[in-house]
């Protein structure tokens, strides 16, 4: 149970993560992190950041007028010791079955944007549909939403595999950090996984340009601006396991998963029950983690209060949420996102939580 049921999205009022898997809580918490690095080096005495700098002026251009940067000689890399759920996994789940029959039965709410029926039955369908976490298991190469069990409330969040995917061309950063941060150099280089967890046809065909990416037109890539470009990840094996991995407890006791969720950076740390803070009731506002929208957003803000002549600083501070990430200033960010999206299909959006302000955050 590591997202929220659509049906509660309208009552999060940017508090409640949607999705706290642990690759995404790692996203948002890298994302968190770069803006405490931006506030550090624009608050007195202005240290330095090893990770990220201040840009000049010169360094600005009209499609790119980002104030800050990842250093140059930065690079990301990324440890899972799962392989991602959804279609880089599908091989491993169709291995661990005890029967291989492809499950096809789904819960009526079953994504489906382009047909009026709830569950796909035709190609055409599968092909504009996303699947339901591991339910027909057996087709490949199509968007899956999550989560995996049959029996959970139904949610439109996307794998960690799609996430992953479109990440190779928005870059790690979040719409609210991509205002204050050049996209340029905050791409994934590599996806490090246990040798277990790869499987090499299954990785090609989940993010490469030769998968489910071949309708991703080049044309439309070189055209990108804003500091956007594909930037393809590698995906290593290693023979490295995680200590509590399946394969390392499964020897002396049943590996259970588990609801909790740990959020750490070097500078703070947090423990997420069902989106928000370890012993805060869902709906309670003081629940709210420092990844949450909400709490990003501010954050944010806080960062453009520093700054002198920021031209995103009145993007960041409309009305509401939903205001601000339909911006001029995102709508580059927001084309290459919609491109991605077509040449993946399927996608439907996971809309119901950007109609809040910044008002009423304990804490932050």
């Not at 950041?49 to 104030?67: A, I, K, N, T, V």
């Not at 077509?342 to 439907?348: I, V």
Request: proline share 7%.
């Amino acid at each position: 149970m590591k997202c929220l049921p659509s049906n509660k999205l309208p009552f999060a009022h940017g508090n409640i993560l949607h999705d706290w898997h642990a690759e995404v809580i790692a996203i948002r918490a890298f994302n968190r992190y770069l803006l405490h690095q931006c506030i550090l080096i624009s608050t007195p005495p202005y240290a330095t950041s090893d990770f990220l700098r201040q840009r000049s002026p010169e360094d600005c251009s009209d499609h790119e007028g980002h104030p800050f940067t990842i250093r140059d000689d930065v690079t990301i890399h990324m440890y899972c010791s799962e392989a991602p759920c959804g279609d880089a996994s599908m091989e491993l789940t169709m291995a661990a079955q005890e029967d291989a029959t492809p499950w096809t039965s789904a819960p009526p709410t079953l994504i489906s944007p382009s047909s009026s029926a709830n569950i796909p039955s035709t190609v055409e369908e599968i092909e504009t549909s996303a699947l339901r976490g591991r339910s027909n298991f057996s087709l490949l190469g199509v968007v899956r939403a999550k989560p995996s069990r049959p029996d959970a409330p139904p949610t439109l969040s996307k794998s960690c595999t799609d996430k992953l995917t479109l990440k190779q061309a928005s870059s790690l950063l979040s719409s609210t950090t991509s205002l204050l941060i050049s996209p340029g150099n905050a791409y994934l280089k590599t996806l490090v996984l246990p040798s277990s967890q790869f499987v090499p046809v299954a990785c090609e065909r989940a993010f490469s340009l030769s998968g489910r990416l071949k309708a991703l037109n080049q044309k439309q890539v070189e055209k990108w601006k804003g500091g956007y470009q594909f930037r393809p990840f590698e995906v290593e094996p290693t023979n490295r396991e995680f200590a509590w991995s399946r394969r390392a407890v499964s020897s002396f006791e049943k590996s259970v998963s588990s609801n909790l969720s740990a959020v750490w950076t070097p500078n703070w740390q947090e423990t997420l029950i069902g989106g928000v803070l370890q012993g805060r009731k869902q709906l309670d506002p003081r629940g709210a983690s420092k990844i949450c929208r909400r709490a990003m957003w501010m954050e944010a803000v806080k960062v453009t209060g520093l700054l002198s002549g920021v031209v995103v600083r009145e993007a960041l501070r409309k009305r509401t949420y939903g205001d601000m990430k339909e911006t001029e200033a995102l709508e580059k960010r927001k084309s290459i996102k919609q491109d991605v999206r077509k040449a993946l299909k399927g996608w439907a959006r996971n809309t119901g939580d950007d109609d809040f302000d910044l008002k009423d955050l304990p804490g932050t």
